[in-house]
């Protein structure tokens, strides 16, 4: 079974402090993780994923095997960071089409 | 906009009403899902297509849920006899046929069952 774990519901930091959103997985083959946001009146849409290591917006996020863990960082937060974030994961190729499992979604808000 | 697209965005039902929704895919995407998400949730898979052909259903979609594809292109995902549980965001996705690529997801269409 798959299962995504996002124990922050609200994360609330200011300007220029760093942001850390954590996200713990459950999963026993070889997953790829996804962050997603959602700004204010926007769809969800991709952030970054494990596979293409890339840094989006000042994000970064490392895949943790031992840990089972694929936290989302940035240094420097900006307010325009302010939306809902969630972590998702995708099995392994096959009938399921690699749906999406999703974590419950932490709340930034980045304050002045 | 070229992104996927969903029709109504909002709509509000009675109890024991029947419901459609449609969703248009990206032009070239293979693969389409049906996502619902309640309050404080993240999404839930409900069900997936690859062309016209619906690969895998969720427990969650029950007997009053059906979705269809018909040519591999929109599809439409009906609720019968709703229920006030059926309230939530129904959020549909695509993706190419690629191994495991990134899905995009439309705005959604919001249900309210009275």
């Known amino acids: 079974a798959q299962r995504v774990t996002q124990p922050e519901k609200l994360l609330s930091v200011f300007k220029g402090a760093p942001v850390e959103l954590k996200c713990n997985y459950s999963?026993?083959?070889?997953?790829?993780l996804f962050w997603y946001v959602q700004y204010s009146r926007q769809r969800l849409q991709l952030l970054l994923r494990?596979?293409s290591r890339e840094s989006i917006k000042g994000f970064t996020a490392d895949l943790n095997k031992g840990e089972t863990s694929f936290h989302l960082k940035k240094p420097f937060a900006q307010e325009e960071d302010s939306a809902m974030y969630y972590c998702a994961l995708s099995g392994a190729s096959g009938a399921a089409g690699n749906k999406l499992t999703f974590g419950g979604g932490t709340r930034v808000l980045v304050k002045p | 906009d070229t992104g996927v697209s969903q029709d109504p965005r909002h709509k509000i039902t009675k109890r024991g009403q029947n419901v459609t929704f449609r969703c248009d895919p990206i032009?070239?995407?293979?693969?389409l899902y049906w996502y619902r998400q309640t309050l404080g949730q993240g999404p839930e898979f409900l069900t997936y297509?690859?062309?016209?052909?619906?690969?895998?259903k969720s427990r969650l979609l029950s007997d009053r849920f059906s979705a269809e594809r018909p040519k591999g292109s929109f599809s439409t995902l009906e609720i019968q006899r709703t229920e006030q549980g059926d309230s939530a965001m129904y959020l549909c996705?695509?993706?190419?046929?690629?191994?495991?690529?990134?899905?995009?997801f439309g705005p959604g269409t919001r249900l309210l069952v009275l």
């Open positions: 032009s070239e995407h293979n693969r």
């Open positions: 999963y026993s083959g070889s997953p790829e």
């Open positions: 996705a695509s993706s190419p046929r690629l191994g495991r690529e990134t899905q995009y």
């Open positions: 494990h596979i």
């Open positions: 297509f690859q062309n016209e052909a619906q690969l895998e």
